[in-house]
Protein backbone atom coordinates (compact mmCIF):
# COMPACT_ATOMS: atom_id res chain seq x y z
CA UNK A 1 0.00 0.00 0.00
CA UNK A 2 0.91 3.49 -0.49
CA UNK A 3 1.67 5.82 2.76
CA UNK A 4 2.02 9.34 3.52
CA UNK A 5 2.92 10.27 6.55
CA UNK A 6 2.95 13.78 7.19
CA UNK A 7 5.19 15.95 9.89
CA UNK A 8 5.94 19.64 11.05
CA UNK A 9 2.91 20.76 12.45
CA UNK A 10 2.54 22.39 15.72
CA UNK A 11 1.62 25.38 17.44
CA UNK A 12 3.32 28.90 16.32
CA UNK A 13 2.15 32.39 17.24
CA UNK A 14 0.91 34.68 14.53
CA UNK A 15 3.67 35.70 12.21
CA UNK A 16 5.84 32.58 12.71
CA UNK A 17 6.78 29.37 10.52
CA UNK A 18 6.61 26.42 9.93
CA UNK A 19 7.73 23.67 7.88
CA UNK A 20 5.73 20.48 7.13
CA UNK A 21 7.33 17.81 5.25
CA UNK A 22 5.29 14.75 3.96
CA UNK A 23 7.05 11.31 3.03
CA UNK A 24 5.71 9.05 0.87
CA UNK A 25 6.41 5.10 0.86
CA UNK A 26 5.14 1.78 -1.30
CA UNK A 27 5.96 3.50 -4.76
CA UNK A 28 7.66 6.19 -6.27
CA UNK A 29 5.27 9.42 -6.42
CA UNK A 30 7.23 11.39 -8.95
CA UNK A 31 4.88 10.61 -11.50
CA UNK A 32 2.22 12.36 -9.53
CA UNK A 33 0.51 15.91 -8.93
CA UNK A 34 1.50 16.26 -5.00
CA UNK A 35 -0.56 18.59 -3.09
CA UNK A 36 -1.49 20.45 0.34
CA UNK A 37 -4.96 20.40 1.36
CA UNK A 38 -6.34 21.64 5.29
CA UNK A 39 -9.39 21.17 7.06
CA UNK A 40 -10.93 23.18 10.30
CA UNK A 41 -13.20 22.08 12.20
CA UNK A 42 -17.16 22.35 10.82
CA UNK A 43 -15.35 23.20 7.20
CA UNK A 44 -14.80 21.33 4.36
CA UNK A 45 -11.49 20.30 2.90
CA UNK A 46 -9.46 22.94 1.27
CA UNK A 47 -6.99 23.20 -1.44
CA UNK A 48 -3.75 24.72 -0.14
CA UNK A 49 -1.13 24.68 -2.93
CA UNK A 50 0.28 21.52 -5.54
CA UNK A 51 3.11 21.18 -7.25
CA UNK A 52 3.82 18.89 -10.79
CA UNK A 53 5.87 16.12 -11.20
CA UNK A 54 9.52 18.26 -12.24
CA UNK A 55 8.50 21.16 -9.29
CA UNK A 56 8.47 23.41 -12.38
CA UNK A 57 4.83 24.39 -11.95
CA UNK A 58 2.91 25.39 -8.64
CA UNK A 59 -0.18 27.02 -7.85
CA UNK A 60 -1.58 28.38 -4.58
CA UNK A 61 -5.05 29.42 -2.95
CA UNK A 62 -5.30 32.97 -3.04
CA UNK A 63 -5.21 32.54 0.90
CA UNK A 64 -2.26 31.53 0.91
CA UNK A 65 -0.35 33.12 -2.42
CA UNK A 66 2.86 34.74 -1.73
CA UNK A 67 2.76 33.23 2.14
CA UNK A 68 3.34 29.77 1.74
CA UNK A 69 5.53 27.82 -0.59
CA UNK A 70 5.22 23.99 -1.73
CA UNK A 71 8.44 21.76 -2.88
CA UNK A 72 9.46 18.37 -3.71
CA UNK A 73 12.65 16.06 -3.48
CA UNK A 74 11.29 12.80 -5.69
CA UNK A 75 14.32 11.40 -4.78
CA UNK A 76 13.25 11.43 -1.20
CA UNK A 77 9.57 11.09 -2.62
CA UNK A 78 8.90 13.97 -0.27
CA UNK A 79 6.76 17.50 -0.24
CA UNK A 80 7.07 20.12 1.45
CA UNK A 81 5.14 23.15 2.45
CA UNK A 82 7.18 26.20 3.96
CA UNK A 83 4.77 28.60 5.79
CA UNK A 84 5.28 31.67 6.65
CA UNK A 85 3.67 34.83 8.09
CA UNK A 86 1.50 32.63 9.60
CA UNK A 87 -2.43 33.83 10.74
CA UNK A 88 -4.87 32.60 13.15
CA UNK A 89 -7.28 31.34 10.36
CA UNK A 90 -4.30 29.50 9.02
CA UNK A 91 -5.29 26.87 11.81
CA UNK A 92 -6.27 23.52 10.45
CA UNK A 93 -5.45 19.93 10.20
CA UNK A 94 -2.82 19.98 6.74
CA UNK A 95 -2.95 16.67 4.87
CA UNK A 96 -0.79 16.02 1.86
CA UNK A 97 -2.05 14.41 -1.41
CA UNK A 98 -1.31 12.43 -4.55
CA UNK A 99 -3.02 12.87 -8.38
CA UNK A 100 -2.33 11.79 -11.63
CA UNK A 101 -5.11 14.41 -12.05
CA UNK A 102 -4.47 17.95 -12.68
CA UNK A 103 -6.97 19.74 -10.28
CA UNK A 104 -8.04 21.26 -7.60
CA UNK A 105 -10.59 18.64 -6.12
CA UNK A 106 -10.03 16.49 -3.24
CA UNK A 107 -12.00 13.48 -5.28
CA UNK A 108 -8.91 13.75 -7.68
CA UNK A 109 -6.70 12.47 -5.42
CA UNK A 110 -5.92 8.80 -5.11
CA UNK A 111 -3.71 9.04 -2.07
CA UNK A 112 -3.84 11.00 1.50
CA UNK A 113 -1.56 11.44 4.57
CA UNK A 114 -2.85 10.90 8.03
CA UNK A 115 -2.55 15.19 8.69
CA UNK A 116 -1.01 16.90 10.96
CA UNK A 117 -2.31 19.77 13.23
CA UNK A 118 -1.32 23.42 12.57
CA UNK A 119 -2.47 25.51 15.22
CA UNK A 120 -1.91 29.87 14.66
CA UNK A 121 -2.31 31.65 18.25
CA UNK A 122 -3.30 35.57 17.94
Known amino acids: QVQMVESGGGLVQAGGSLRLSCAASGRTLSSYWLAWFRQAPGKEREFVGR????????DYADSVKGRFTISRDNAKNTVYLQMNSLKPEDTAVYYC???????????????WGQGTQVTVSS
Open 97 to 111: AASTYYSVDPVEYAY
Open 51 to 58: INRSGGSR
